[in-house]
């Protein structure tokens, strides 16, 4: 903030509140005042104060209402406005960063009910006579780099994906329906992970399942069945308080048809020579590149349409991205996840996807659940 000139950062996104704060609010209407100096005003909706005075590293916690007879606006206009009043209080006026340029939409603590910013809620901070800059690069980079604590909550989010993976192969018989096998998973992740080591408030898991000749990228859960001698991919995104982890595994009852077995030895060697890459000071186009060479290498040329690695951290995915034109280098403390995947143009095929913690000594992956599915 001090290299950016910056008096403050408002900030409204539930993922850049929790980051800031420690506080993830349920509806997505609260906000946070963030100073260079001193301690953040958390702007907290009335029926949250419970939850924000026991969880927020602030003990400045004003709130609003959201619901109030003499005021018919709506409740983000309440917490705009305790915004306004606390620039004003401690003289923060002169240059505030706002989320300008990020995504308008981010996952509260309902997690499937994104409360979208218009237009005025922003240019409500210009109406005096500093200035409003976009702080939304700022935030990013400092989030590349995870602290202690959020690497807990992301191993966390692993158990519980791990857990509920092991659940999935315990249970997962040929003719299954894909819509079942991701229910199976979601909702075991989502009544394990509550109460979960007495740690974890809230987890929930998200899925796309596709199985055989149904594994298609950028495609719906469907009906399909899962097939006896062909993979049925799970494509899994699990949250713990807030932070996430981003995976793709696999599973085949019966012994795997001999062209899986084929494209699952490329695979492997393509993953692990990108994990054996990936390390602080390593540059992050340089990891694009080496992923689709090998793709390329084994016979899939312009695969995949997906990024192959990218950040995780409070979003499934956020920054760093490593395409080809990524700038910068990865650095100890960021967390990627790497996912590799070659498909066949009639459907079918494989990814492999895990998270890793970059270290000076290399990259740590944060799961335990295998990547070759061959193996019991």
């Known amino acids: 903030m001090a290299d950016e000139d910056l008096d403050a950062i408002v900030a409204r996104t539930p993922d850049n509140i929790l980051y800031l ?13 963030f100073p260079r100096e001193g301690d953040p005003t958390l702007i907290a909706l009335e029926p949250q104060m419970a939850d924000a005075e026991r969880t927020s590293w602030t003990p400045d916690i004003r709130s609003f209402a959201g619901y109030d007879p003499r005021d018919p606006r709506p409740p983000t206009d309440r917490a705009l406005d305790k ?11 002169r240059r505030v960063g706002l989320e300008l ?19 005025p809620w922003f240019d409500a901070f210009k109406g005096g006579s500093g200035e409003v800059v976009d702080a939304s690069g700022l935030l990013a980079r400092a989030r590349m780099i995870k602290t202690d604590q959020e690497i807990e909550r992301m191993r966390l989010a692993q158990e519980l994906a791990t857990l509920g993976l092991e659940h999935v192969r315990e249970h997962l018989v040929p003719g299954m329906r894909c819509s079942e096998v991701g229910a199976m998973f979601e909702g075991f992740v989502h009544s394990t992970g509550i109460g979960y080591k007495g740690k974890v408030e809230m987890a929930r898991a998200f899925t796309l399942v596709w199985s055989g000749p149904g594994i298609r990228t950028f495609t719906a859960t469907g009906d399909r069945p899962v097939y006896e001698h062909e993979p049925t991919l799970l494509e899994i995104w699990v949250c713990a308080d807030g932070y996430w982890t981003d995976l793709t595994k696999n599973f085949c009852p019966g012994e795997l048809d001999a062209r899986y077995d084929r494209l699952l030895d490329m695979l492997l060697g393509v993953y692990h020579e990108a994990v054996s890459f990936a390390a602080d000071g ?6 694009d590149l080496m992923i689709r060479a090998g793709l390329a290498k084994g016979g899939y040329p312009g695969q995949p349409s997906h990024p192959v690695a990218h950040g995780v951290g409070a979003r499934a995915h956020e ?7 990524a700038e910068g280098n990865m650095q100890t403390g960021m967390v990627l996840a790497i996912e590799p995947g070659a498909y066949w143009q009639e459907g079918g095929g494989l990814r492999l996807e895990d998270n890793y913690l970059i270290t000076d000594e290399g990259a740590e992956r944060l799961g335990t659940f295998r990547d070759d599915f061959r193996v019991s």
């Open 101 to 119: 340029s990020q995504g308008v939409q981010a996952i509260d603590r309902m997690v499937g009910e994104p409360t979208v910013f218009s237009q």
């Open 282 to 287: 390593a540059p992050l186009s340089e990891l």
């Open 83 to 93: 915004c306004l009043a606390v620039l004003d209080e401690r003289g923060l006026g």
């Open 21 to 33: 704060t420690n506080y993830w609010c349920m509806k997505g209407y609260d906000a946070v005042v």
């Open 319 to 325: 920054p760093p991205f490593a395409h080809q034109a």
